[in-house]
């Protein structure tokens, strides 16, 4: 079954800045030490974002998969990298890893690519 996986983004990023509003110190501390995190550094954000993808399919972390494919197209990633580093995450991972991959990670590869070609 296919998911909405532009409906899973704006679910996190309303849930987000729901909790953002309840709660705004501790979101801008999150939020500080993932902009931090996810920035320039000793590595560009591009190689940070594929860590990210491979992190989020080892963890099984379906926002996480559906939020990074698109930060990482953004910052200039291609499919086939995208998936070069799902499959580092599948070599640790197995089952799991390949499943997620296999639906939820190739869903966002295809929706989001039209954004960025």
């Known amino acids: 079954m296919a998911r909405d996986v532009r409906a899973i983004l704006e679910e996190l990023n309303n849930g987000m800045e729901a909790v953002g509003a309840m709660n705004p110190e501790h ?12 920035g320039e550094g000793a590595l ?19 926002y996480c998969i559906v939020s990074h494919v698109y930060a990482a197209f953004k910052a200039g990633c291609t499919k086939e990298e995208l998936l070069e580093a799902a499959f580092v995450a ?9 499943a997620y991959s296999s639906t939820l990670l190739m869903q966002s590869i295809e929706e989001f690519a039209k954004d960025f070609e």
């Open 27 to 38: 979101m801008e501390a999150f939020g500080g030490l993932v902009g931090v995190t996810l």
């Open 44 to 62: 560009d954000v591009k190689t940070k974002e594929l860590i990210a993808i491979g992190i989020s399919v080892y963890s099984r972390c379906e």
């Open 90 to 98: 599948i070599a640790f991972s197995g089952g799991p890893g390949v």
